[in-house]
């Protein structure tokens, strides 16, 4: 007796391998039989016309504090995720002490909306927190570098003293212990931006001892593009520890191509024996706070201090003079690409900004849109978002070609109700799993479903380690989506982005129905996911 028999479908298993038939048979959560089956089951699912893949693992999502404002994960679920990769970009949500609480709750008007309470301060209590709430799909939460130099030295840009650097090894050994799958940076990002190679490699050498992965936004991904990636590789090399290059790609006009010679050094950094390997989603535009374009010095103190110097007239002129000219190596993405290409996607006390481009509001305004950007962050107290667009298509389909690349979406799950329906944020949270396996496979056949549905399963549960899902094969948890591969198509564009994809049928987390005909069911079987070492 089965708790649910799925028949009649083609499975494609996750390795890369075409499809075959087969019925599936899950008990007590997990993949216990694949086969001709003629038993009973307490559900049985036609999924005849339909492609049975294991569930889509989103290996850069941002999907920390969501669960506390929705716990169901909607516009992940209905892509067909079934895991999400947390913690990215240099930011996680443990280890918390009061300052980094307070400054999250202070600049996240979504939080404060849901009266969330970060209750946790170890990265075991916030998994304990997540799973006692409940939530719908699983968790495999990565320590946010950014987080742990927050935690030690405040936004202090320096480089640690040796008892600071011992106490950041300290924090991360720690969370490793209790399960984090790796490390992250954001070294776009303050405070990570203010740590050199060397601090970086310290800190992977305790993770590559735990088996753990380091995930990295790159220090840039526009003119340093090159010199980004050979760091990355080096930490790699060095720490001998496996590096996961996150959302890659060439950004602004003049950079467009580079990706041919990323990729080249990446095979070629293989070719030595570094692990190396990239994720992307299938969009054309990047998303982050609109206070990142400002120069890294400018948030140096914290959020308060970086309001500041934006209020004061002779600080706010030099800031616009290095946006214009640059400060070292960095240049502002909003020099590199221009306002005329930047988009507001959330602005809790102006939403009639969103969807606009800043060229087009601070021309409306008759204001310098310098001006109008600082203006904005000081009002907002730095909580607007931006969309940028920055990428060429040609660059994106190459990365997602590539051998070495999986699927991330680079966004946190999102609804099109309540809290989290707010803005216009970027279309890759509801759109990246179905767009690949629409428009990039049945569409324009960049890649074949079964190496798109790889890209999604079993090559980001080899990264991460993870044994015991990405396969449909006997044994592995019951994590299943069923969609029809002629229908399945994105719906989400950057002026409507609250739309759910079409086409996916059924979504099975840990053996519990989550998406049933379109409908999610509102089930929490979701946990939060441990690095066995
Ligand atoms: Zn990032």
């Known amino acids: 007796m089965y708790s649910i028999i799925i028949k009649g479908g083609k499975i494609v298993d996750g390795t890369g391998n075409p499809w075959f038939y087969g019925d599936i048979g899950i008990k007590n959560g997990k993949i216990s039989k694949i086969g001709r089956l003629h038993s009973e089951a307490e559900k049985v699912i036609d999924a005849e016309g339909c492609i049975i893949s294991p569930g889509f693992i989103d290996m850069h999502s941002h999907s920390d504090l969501t669960p506390l404002i929705n716990p169901y994960m909607e516009s992940k679920v209905r892509q067909g995720v079934t895991t999400e990769v947390i913690g990215n970009c240099g930011f996680s949500a443990a280890p918390l002490n009061d300052r980094l609480r307070e400054q999250i709750l202070e600049t996240s008007p979504m939080l404060k909306e849901a009266d969330a309470r970060l209750e946790w301060s170890s990265t075991a209590e916030y998994m304990e927190v997540i799973e006692r709430n409940g939530v719908s799909l699983n968790l495999a939460p990565l320590v946010g570098h950014g987080t742990l130099r927050a935690f030690v030295m405040g936004y202090e840009k320096r480089r640690p003293t040796s008892m600071e650097l011992e106490q950041m090894k300290r924090l991360l050994a720690e969370s490793l212990e209790q399960g984090a ?94 692990e190396v390997t990239c994720d992307v989603y299938p969009y054309t535009a990047g998303s982050f706070g609109l206070d990142s374009i400002l120069p890294p010095y400018a948030h140096e103190g914290g959020v308060k201090k970086m309001l500041e110097k934006l209020k004061d007239s002779e600080s706010r002129r030099k800031l616009r003079n290095d946006m214009v000219k640059g400060v070292g190596k960095w240049r502002s993405v909003a020099s590199i690409i221009g306002w005329e290409n930047i988009m507001i996607s959330y602005c809790k006390g102006h939403p009639e900004y969103e969807g606009k481009m800043i060229s087009e509001l601070a021309g409306q305004k008759s204001v310098d849109p310098f001006d109008f950007v600082f203006d904005l962050i000081i009002e907002e107290k730095s909580s607007t978002s931006v969309v940028l667009f920055s990428m060429s298509e040609d660059d994106m389909r190459r990365v997602l070609k590539s051998p070495f690349s999986m699927i991330g979406s680079d966004s946190s799950a999102r609804a099109a109700y309540g809290i989290l329906a707010a803005g216009k944020p970027h279309p890759r949270a509801y759109g990246t799993f179905p767009r690949v396996l629409g428009k990039y496979v049945r569409e324009e056949k960049v890649l074949t479903l079964q190496d798109a549905i790889r890209k999604m399963t079993s090559f980001p549960a080899q990264k991460l380690g993870l044994k015991d899902r990405g396969l449909i094969k006997e044994g592995m948890w019951a994590d299943i989506t069923i969609f029809n591969p002629r229908k399945i198509t994105d719906k989400a564009t950057f002026t409507a982005p609250h739309q759910y994809p079409e086409g996916i049928k059924y979504v099975i987390i840990n053996g519990k129905i989550v998406m049933e005909e379109g409908e999610h069911t509102k089930e929490k079987p979701g946990k939060v996911l441990r690095r066995d070492s």
């Not at 220090?219 to 590789?233: M, P, Y």
């Open 181 to 274: 799958f790796g490390m992250s940076t954001g070294l776009i990002y303050p405070p990570s931006c203010y740590a050199e190679t060397e601090e970086i490699i310290e800190l992977c050498k305790v993770v590559a001892k735990y088996g753990g992965i380091y995930s990295s936004h790159i220090r840039g991904e526009e003119h340093q593009l090159l010199d980004s990636v050979k760091e990355a590789i080096e930490i790699g090399e060095k720490a001998k520890v496996p590096v996961e290059i996150s959302h890659h790609k060439a950004a602004g006009r003049e950079n467009w191509g580079k990706v041919k010679e990323t990729l080249r050094m990446i095979e070629e950094a293989r070719g030595l024996g570094v």
